[in-house]
């Protein structure tokens, strides 16, 4: 081969190599951008899940926008009847109006969301009694709107969002911990701050 075809070669690699470098970094930038979670203030992005309570699926898809006018309160968790996620499930039910106050399941919503399909929440909820809605997003399509995803790995992050009643994000904890009872109490005063308790 000439140093003409060699240099020909080089040029045509270096080409390849700067487009797919560059469809890289667009990429990436594109996965930051849809993992950026809502800013405190901002209008919580909307969304339409299936959810399911003890009792079974609900007839009708949860809209987030369909709630303005009440509080809610988001939940990402990575997996159903995990060790961390039994954990802070079971202090939602232990301390149902305590966190959420005593308007919880009427004026304020609480949604835990999870990969895990409508099945799996209602074994779940009935199993352990819980007094709150479950949305399943499988395909993590609510969880990428709210930054929850963990990068490289099929499971949400555990987060928490208390969205006020006018629809605006007032309150995010991105590393909610379900042994941490300061995030518990922090998440109590969220609430209670966004309903007007």
Not at 92 to 102: A, L, N, V
Not at 105 to 114: F, R
Request: aromatic share 8%; glycine share 8%; charged share 20%.
């Amino acid at each position: 081969m000439t140093r003409l075809s060699l240099l020909g070669v080089g040029v045509m690699l270096g080409v390849s190599a700067s487009a797919t470098l560059a469809q890289s970094s667009a990429g990436m930038a594109q996965m930051a951008k849809a993992s950026a979670a809502p800013e405190v203030g901002a209008m919580a992005p909307d969304f339409t899940a299936s959810w399911a309570d003890a009792s079974g699926p609900h007839a009708q898809p949860v809209k987030l926008s369909d709630l303005r006018g009440k509080v809610v309160v988001l939940a990402f968790f990575p997996l159903d009847r995990s060790q961390g996620c039994t954990i802070e499930m079971h202090k939602f039910r232990d301390e149902y109006t305590k966190i959420f106050g005593p308007k919880a399941g009427e004026d304020v919503v609480v949604l835990p969301i999870s990969i895990d399909s409508i099945a799996a929440h209602v074994s779940w909820a009935h199993d352990d009694h819980f007094q709150f809605s479950m949305v399943s997003d499988p395909e993590q399509k609510v969880s990428s709107l709210y930054g929850s995803t963990m990068p490289g790995r099929k499971y949400d992050s555990r987060t928490v969002f208390v969205i006020g009643r006018d629809g605006k994000v007032a309150y995010h904890d991105p590393q909610f911990g379900a042994l941490n009872q300061q995030d518990y109490d922090a998440l109590t005063s969220a609430v209670a701050k966004a309903a007007g308790m």
